[in-house]
């Protein structure tokens, strides 16, 4: 199904919500859709008109909220949709086995990708800063009752003399890359072509990556995770880095190795890391990244604030309204790998 597809005024059938979203937007979508689209409010015991409710074969639309992970029965229900066209999602990504297996049937599938870039980015901006003035080591530090102050011979390095490569020049990337400028930072943003970035000092390709990582003391990821990106970050790339240099990662665990992540971390090949993304989450209990003293974990919550509802329910709107006038909808999700 092409971005361009002509649905038009006459489109007719459902939309599929959960009741948490219809009790917030409803009102909203219903501005929008008029009498385009009735809805399936998932689950049905929760609408209000529950006699109303349109039935699952009559779904041709759906949101995913974020309070649909973890509700009992959507997934299936999306799944079940034998007239599903096209899914909105509320994350950036759209790398889940749901999404693949949605695609292979025929569903178009958009994201909400910049929805949560700036909760993103400050997160990962709260990490630099963490590492960069050594508040991990005060917390531990703290919890001893030790006063361990800082000397000239173990000092952190001043921002504006140090560089982040940042991997991905989306919402997320270009708002990192506007902070760290803002701290005086030098910033080399990497894409997949070498065409200027806002925010950034000089923009390479993935393909240039190994140049920059010398002089990189923050490696913050922020792209997708594609069949190119998938392990992009191995040991030999980690061993081109300086060996005070500290990983950030708020994009998706697959793009580092993470036992090389665990090992670089061990031996000192670099200083520091923070990630909120792991292969496998949750992260499990026996993994090594819980206990090392140079890493910073955090339950893949980056993106989420109070706001980030509203700011995909608006990028789900946008898309609704282009959907249903035949235009092009945005961010739309690539094929499966």
Known sequence: MSAASSYGHAVRGAVLVSAPFWKHYGAE????????LTVRVHPSSQHPETANNAPLESVVCAY???????????????LAAPKLEWLHVCTAGADRPLLYTLQEKGAL??????????????????????????????????????????????????????????????????????LCQAFGIRTIGVRRSNQPADFCDETISFRDLDLALPKTHWLIIACPLTADTDGLITMAKLQKLPNDA???????????????????????????????????????????????????????????????????AHAFFNNLERWLNGLALNNIAPPPP
Do not use: C
């Open 29 to 36: 979508f219903t501005r929008i859709a008029g009498a385009q």
């Open 64 to 78: 995913q909220s974020a309070d649909t992970f973890g509700l009992p029965g959507f997934d299936q229900a999306l």
């Open 109 to 178: 599938i958009t994201t909400s990708s910049g929805a949560n870039a700036r909760p993103v980015a400050h997160s990962a901006m709260a990490a630099l800063l963490s590492i960069s003035r050594k508040f991990p080591q005060f917390a531990r530090a703290q919890q001893q009752s030790q006063w361990q102050q800082v000397t000239s011979a173990n000092a952190p390095a001043d921002l504006e003399e140090t560089t982040a490569t940042i991997l991905g020049q989306g919402p997320i990337g270009r708002e990192i890359a506007r």
């Open 246 to 312: 500290a990983v950030i990662n708020v994009s998706r665990g697959r793009v580092i190795v993470e036992d090389d992540l665990i090992a670089a971390l061990q031996t000192g090949v670099i200083g520091s890391a923070y990630a909120d993304v792991f292969r496998e989450e949750p992260l499990p209990a026996n993994s090594p990244l819980w206990q090392l003293p140079n890493m910073i974990v955090s339950p893949h919550s980056a993106g989420i604030s109070r706001g980030f509802g509203r700011n995909a």
